[in-house]
């Protein structure tokens, strides 16, 4: 949200069905989409915006591979170099015992990594208020946004008529 | 848009909700005050727990002597208290996890709830170990930190360290996956609240908007945190039967455990959570959203996790008849029909028997019926984590040890304050944060809301008759 003061001109629907073919509409139109905001995820959305497929799983697993490595070279640096004990006749380096304790740090690293990774790029976090639109976004209404210095006020109130929005505003955020 | 639903299969949203009706249903019951049925439950529980803690400062101000543990059996209640809440958490990974994975759509019903319960339940589960410690402010001990101590290390070969890191990691990704499937629901509390709730609320969730790469980004993290809470849900119970499985005491040392374990695990977890959301769904009006069909679902997987924990009691007895060793031999025969024979029958009855009645579609139906069976299955696998623990330790290789042990007041006062505790969170939860999960009933509202399938769709308009008569107005 580095951006302050933008000038939205905003269109609710009633229904995410209507809300799509809106967004296709926009799309053959050449409007300029701001952002889309609805109350749940809508499959089939995120092609007509142009957004690529999310990269947190490449974020996933290189925290997870830091977990392993952090576990199991740990665990080998200990046994066999800061302080080596034996355990039961068993030899220093005890490979097969360390397998759980690697196993649940890769699961501990790539989560913990995951979700702070997802909410720094998100812009979330404890105490943060993101500028919002509209108080029903988050109960039935599916909103698409566009800002003012890309469409044009009248294009985007035509277009809102055009594909049955049920309200427009406009708003600074 | 609308995916390809097979015409039999039953709704799961009914009453014909549209998306504001869900948000109302779902969030009121944060708003309004507290209704006297939960204010006399949250009462009781907080006077449990009171007690509890209570027993939890006796204990470390007297030491672990005030407990009937004795040189033979150095494991009872507490270890099986252990391992019970364990178990029970067990359940709400399994929901939102797993049955994310497998597109089961009746999960979004109940996966708060349960994901909940997991969280509360390994708070009591690790509230136990570290007690049984008895120098409790030594506790730091158990982590692998630089200490002046030479550096001194934890043995990494021990089960009960891996234990350590197996349910810390465990609770901790519970609670990561818990929260963030919460915050959207958050900013739909937010975005109902004035004043200093919606300060409280505006904090909880983050700044949350439902723009669609959040949308995107949150889908796919939910995704990815399921695929890997998966395997460790699968570890954790693993892991606990470690504990035992690789000591060298018959009836222990047995490489059956880790599977018979998660098994009872699941068992006894779907058990808690059909004994709570029976109660919440009744209380807080919530039957349209946690349908009969859900509490049918839930019963199949106890009647499937339940044989298989029956027919690994079974297993476990043909092998230690088969080995032809006697010690094994002996500690069966002693589970069955040695001084602790009763609570063998118990766990073979609430845990073997009684589940096979769940093969009958009318009681799996049967709400009133299912809530006794629920209660039934967690005595019974109560009692399975006290046949292995304390009947097993009771009679070890030398006759003139053999002991009897049964728990003093203290003991049982801090299982008792666990359960408060448990309720207490539980209560809380339900007053501070919807209960099922709003955003996830919407998203599969067009696919199984008795509007658009099951048998009331004949008179109902398709889909798209739908979205061509709200476009024309």
């Known amino acids: 949200m580095a951006q302050k003061n933008i000038d939205v001109v905003y269109g609710l629907y009633d229904d995410e069905v209507i809300m799509m073919e809106a967004v296709k509409k926009a799309n053959s139109d050449h409007l300029e989409i701001m952002d889309v905001y609805s109350p749940f995820p809508v499959h089939g959305l995120d092609p007509l915006l142009g957004l690529e497929e999310s990269r947190l799983h490449i974020a996933g697993f290189i925290f997870g591979a830091l977990g392993t490595l952090t576990a199991f070279l740990g665990m080998t640096w200990i046994f ?4 080596p004990i034996i355990f039961g006749g068993k030899p220093y380096w005890s490979v097969p015992a360390f397998i759980p304790i690697t196993f649940e740090l890769t699961v501990l690293f790539a989560s913990i990594g995951m979700v702070v990774t997802f909410y720094t790029i998100c812009g979330l976090g404890p105490g943060v208020t993101n500028p919002y639109l509209d108080d029903r976004i988050t109960d039935d209404k599916f909103c698409i946004a566009f800002n003012k210095s890309e469409v044009e006020s009248s294009a985007a109130e035509s277009f809102f008529s055009a594909t049955g929005a049920s309200e427009v505003n406009h708003k600074t955020i | 848009m609308s995916s390809v639903v097979s015409p039999i299969r039953e709704p799961l949203v009914t009453g014909g909700k549209t998306y504001h009706q869900i948000t109302e249903d779902l969030i009121s019951p944060t708003e309004r005050t507290p209704s006297k049925p939960w204010v006399i439950g949250f009462l009781l529980s907080v006077m449990t727990f009171s007690f509890g803690a209570f027993c939890i400062i006796w204990t470390i101000w007297h030491g672990i002597g005030t407990w009937d543990l004795n040189r033979t059996i150095g494991w009872g209640w507490d270890i099986t208290n252990f391992v019970w809440w ?3 958490g067990h359940a709400g990974t399994l929901i939102s996890a797993i049955l994310l994975l497998f597109r089961q759509k009746w999960r979004t019903g109940v996966n708060r709830a349960a994901e909940a319960m997991t969280i509360f339940a390994v708070m009591c589960a690790g509230l136990f170990p570290v007690i049984h ?12 930190y630089p200490n002046t101590r030479g550096p001194l290390w934890p043995n990494f070969n021990s089960p009960l360290l891996w234990d350590v890191f197996a349910i810390s990691t465990y609770f901790t990704v519970s609670l990561l996956f818990w929260y963030t499937g919460l915050v959207p629901d958050f900013a739909t509390v937010r975005d109902r609240a004035k004043g200093f709730r ?6 909880l969730s983050f700044g949350w908007t439902g723009s669609a ?4 980004r949150w889908e796919s993290l939910s995704l990815i945190l399921a695929g890997i809470a998966t395997p460790l849900v699968l570890s954790v119970h693993t892991i606990v039967s470690f504990d035992f499985a690789t000591s060298v005491i018959p009836g222990w040392h047995t490489t059956i455990f880790p599977p018979y374990f998660v098994a009872g695990a699941i068992f006894s977890g779907f058990a808690m959570v059909l004994t709570l959301m029976l109660v919440v769904r009744k209380v807080l009006k919530l039957e349209d959203y946690i349908t009969l069909e859900h509490i049918e679902s839930m019963n199949k997987v106890i009647l499937a996790t339940g044989s298989i924990v029956g027919v690994a009691y079974l297993t476990e007895l043909f092998i230690s008849w088969y080995s032809g060793y006697v010690y094994e031999q002996f500690a069966f025969f002693n589970r069955a029909l040695g001084p ?3 609570s063998y029958f118990g766990m073979m009855f609430c845990n073997v028997v009684s589940p096979q009645f769940f093969w009958n579609k009318s009681l799996r139906r049967n709400v009133l019926f299912t809530f006794f069976m629920s209660i039934f299955i967690n005595i019974g696998m109560w ?5 292995i623990i304390a009947t097993t330790l009771a009679r070890d290789y030398l006759p003139s040890s053999w002991s009897y042990y049964s728990p003093t007041w203290v003991e049982i006062g801090i299982f008792v304050g666990t359960l408060g ?4 969170l539980f209560l809380i939860f339900t007053r501070v944060a919807p209960t099922v999960a709003v955003a996830e009933i919407k998203s599969i509202l067009k696919t199984s809301g008795d509007q658009y399938v099951g048998k009331n769709l004949g008179h109902a308009h398709s889909h798209d008759e739908t979205v061509s008569t709200e476009e024309a107005h």
């Open chain 2, 213 to 216: 790469k959040h949308w995107q």
């Open chain 2, 133 to 144: 410690m008895g120098r409790v402010w030594l506790a730091i001990f158990i982590f692998p």
């Open chain 2, 383 to 387: 009692f399975e984590r006290f046949v």
């Open chain 2, 421 to 424: 505790l448990f309720f207490v």
């Open chain 2, 340 to 342: 602790y024979w009763w």
């Open chain 2, 198 to 203: 919606k300060k409280i609320y505006n904090f």
């Open chain 2, 86 to 88: 364990i178990g029970i």
């Open chain 1, 80 to 83: 066999t170099k800061d302080w």
